[in-house]
């Protein structure tokens, strides 16, 4: 679903501009925390990749978010980590996208809007095979006491393939000079 306001046509390929931008930036922290998840389970097993994620991902939506202007994180109504708790548009984007899986409408799995504090973005972290190892139905007992260790307030586990599992959340703050000539 898309949100675009009612704004002149000009606003379209404004948001379309910020829609691609952002776009990038989640295939960017997306393609750099992927794999390293994926070597830290080949070399160390689930522990290891709890720990490079615990690290990892809120390490890289920092460096995205000097290097681009954009305020970059991840966030989930079950969330995993105690700073990743969704505020109320975030909260009703992951319902929305949520809602187009319920449906079985794949696409397009993001959805945008300009609000007061600026252009919001959103897109669906889906839950692939691989993460099912740490939020799966079945957690093995050492991948648990692992996840207890890291998170011991964890409401990420027990998701199936295919679920929303969060959002990665981008915000251009209204204030911001990311786009000016």
Sequence with gaps: ILCLTSAPVTMAS???????????IVA???GRLKPQ??????????????????????????ELSESSGWVVKRVSDRNRNPNAIPDFWEARSIEILKGQIEENLAQPMFRFEETPEGFRYAQAQITEGLCLTCH???????????????????LATGYKLGEVRGIISLLLPADSSVYDK
Excluded: M, W
């Design 14 to 24: 404004d948001s379309e501009q910020k829609v691609e931008h952002a776009r990038s």
């Design 28 to 30: 960017e922290f997306s």
């Design 37 to 62: 998840l994926k070597s830290a389970l080949q070399e160390g097993g689930p522990r290891k990749a709890i720990a490079v994620c615990s690290t990892q991902a809120p390490a890289i939506a920092q």
């Design 136 to 154: 799966g139905e079945a957690i093995p007992a050492g991948t648990q006491e692992a996840l207890n260790e890291y998170y011991p307030d964890d």
